[in-house]
Antibody
Framework: QITLKESGPTLVKPTQTLTLTCTFS??????????VGWIRQPPGKALEWLAL???????RYSPSLKSRLTITKDTSKNQVVLTMTNMDPVDTATYYC??????????????WGQGTTVTVSS | EIVLTQSPGTLSLSPGERATLSCRAS???????LAWYQQKPGQAPRLLIY???SRATGIPDRFSGSGSGTDFTLTISRLEPEDFAVYYC??????????FGQGTKLEIK
């Protein structure tokens, strides 16, 4: 059974850096095709994909946020970490991590964490 | 950057009716890389369809996906009360990543 859980601060101040951790179980991030992604959702708004890291350490970022994002993995700890710099109140959102498989086919983000709410305010 | 435009923004239907949701891409998308999700209030999204037309594990067969190129459709053949939610399409592109549409809210009429 695959599970993922997000953790991190619930409140950050403007200009600070946000660090979120996704801790997962039931799969290995060293298995070919496997990836873990981050997605966020501001209150009452649509989903926004942020970043994804693959089993081979290939990384993809949202073009509009690329300069502020860094995604890394620790395979031994079964964790993926997302950092977002220069936080602003518009970054207030629920942040999700999700499991994904990509090969010659995209199998979607099939298992999601419960999400963690981050508020940006002074 | 590929933009996904979903229509309508809100769809009002009654249980038992057929729902047709549209997702249009600003440029051609491989069918292999198109997915649909359902999200209910306070919950994480749930994968419904991948590869434009393949149902994810445990998804009822009243949900079906179709389309190619720039036009994709999610159809719910006979709406159940639990189907009223927000639906998102998503595409993967090697240079643009995993873009989501803005969502269609399916509400009870």
């Amino acid at each position: 059974q695959i599970t993922l859980k997000e953790s991190g601060p619930t409140l950050v101040k403007p200009t600070q850096t946000l660090t979120l951790t996704c801790t997962f179980s039931g799969f290995s991030l060293s298995t070919s095709g496997v990836g873990v992604g981050w997605i966020r959702q501001p209150p009452g708004k649509a989903l926004e994909w942020l970043a994804l890291i693959y089993w081979d350490d290939d990384k993809r970022y949202s073009p509009s946020l690329k300069s502020r994002l860094t995604i890394t993995k620790d395979t031994s700890k079964n964790q993926v970490v997302l950092t977002m710099t220069n936080m602003d109140p518009v970054d207030t959102a629920t942040y999700y991590c999700a499991h994904s498989i990509l090969g010659g086919y995209y199998y979607g983000m099939d298992v999601w964490g419960q999400g963690t709410t981050v508020t940006v305010s002074s | 950057e590929i933009v996904l435009t979903q229509s309508p923004g809100t769809l009002s239907l009654s249980p038992g009716e057929r729902a047709t949701l549209s997702c249009r891409a600003s440029q051609s998308v491989s069918s292999s890389y198109l997915a649909w999700y359902q999200q209910k209030p306070g919950q994480a999204p749930r994968l419904l369809i991948y590869g434009a037309s393949s149902r994810a594990t445990g998804i009822p067969d009243r949900f079906s996906g179709s389309g190619s190129g720039t036009d994709f459709t999610l159809t719910i053949s006979r709406l159940e009360p639990e189907d009223f939610a927000v639906y998102y399409c998503q595409q993967y592109g090697s240079s643009t990543g995993y873009t989501f549409g803005q969502g269609t809210k399916l509400e009870i009429k």
